[in-house]
């Protein structure tokens, strides 16, 4: 079962604008973690934030968590054609060990 | 080694036939998952060891699945009797330990059943 759903499921700018993906969960987590992945193969991992934090910043990736709404968002800024993947959350619960649940991810196209 | 590495990267099998994907995870990378892609959609757990033990095999979907780590290190997911809705990635990862921390993936098996 996928306890994230992204928001929106594809997306489609031109290079130089903003994303801006959004990930909602069900459940207590203990850390939300964003992952990117380009045609179909493994996927990379981008930023790991703690139920304890906030905000997190890693280049031009920005994510977001509020706990209250069970919701996080990404955002890349000055994108670039090179970012076009598909973006996942995946939350870790609250006595899960590690164990993460993928969300159903956004496809983003960047276009020159 | 440097990476995750997951062999073979396509396989195409009868449907009924028995397959072995194999997961060599980062050296020293205690924690392993296994994951199933199908297309369009997120990745979905099957199991998960931390040493040689499955901490958790609750997304292993029937007893047609099983996975083996004996050693500690290199994982493999066997699936007996393929049917067609097995076709999928299967995704393996590791990481350093079973708290909370990063994946890393490897590129992943594209098992097709015909």
């Known amino acids: 079962s996928q306890q994230g759903e992204e928001d929106p499921q594809a997306l489609s700018i031109q290079e130089g604008e903003n994303a801006t993906m959004n990930c909602s969960y069900k459940t207590s987590i203990n850390n939300l973690q964003w992952y990117r992945q380009n045609s179909g193969r493994g996927l990379v991992h981008l930023i790991l934030i703690r139920s304890n934090e906030r905000e997190k910043h890693s280049g031009r990736l920005r994510v977001t968590l509020d706990t209250s709404k069970k919701s996080s968002s990404l955002l890349i800024t000055a994108s670039r054609a090179a970012d076009t993947a598909s973006y996942f959350c995946?939350?870790?619960?609250?006595?899960?060990?590690?164990?993460?649940?993928f969300g159903t991810g956004t496809q983003l196209k960047v276009e020159l | 080694g440097a990476g995750v590495s997951q062999t073979p990267s396509n396989k195409v099998t009868e449907k009924g036939k028995y397959v072995e994907l194999r997961c060599d995870p980062i050296?020293?990378?205690?924690?392993l998952y296994w994951y199933r892609q199908s297309l369009g959609q997120g990745p979905e757990f099957l199991i998960y060891f931390q040493g040689t033990g499955a901490a958790d095999d609750s997304g292993l979907p029937n007893d047609r699945f099983f996975a083996v780590r004996p050693e500690g290190s290199v994982s493999t997911l066997k699936i007996q009797r393929t049917e067609r809705g097995d076709s999928a990635m299967y995704l393996c990862a590791s990481s350093l330990d079973r708290g909370e921390r990063p994946y890393t993936f490897g590129s992943g098996t594209r098992l097709t059943v015909v």
């Open positions: 050296s020293g990378h205690t924690a």
């Open positions: 995946a939350t870790g619960l609250t006595g899960g060990g590690n164990k993460l649940t």
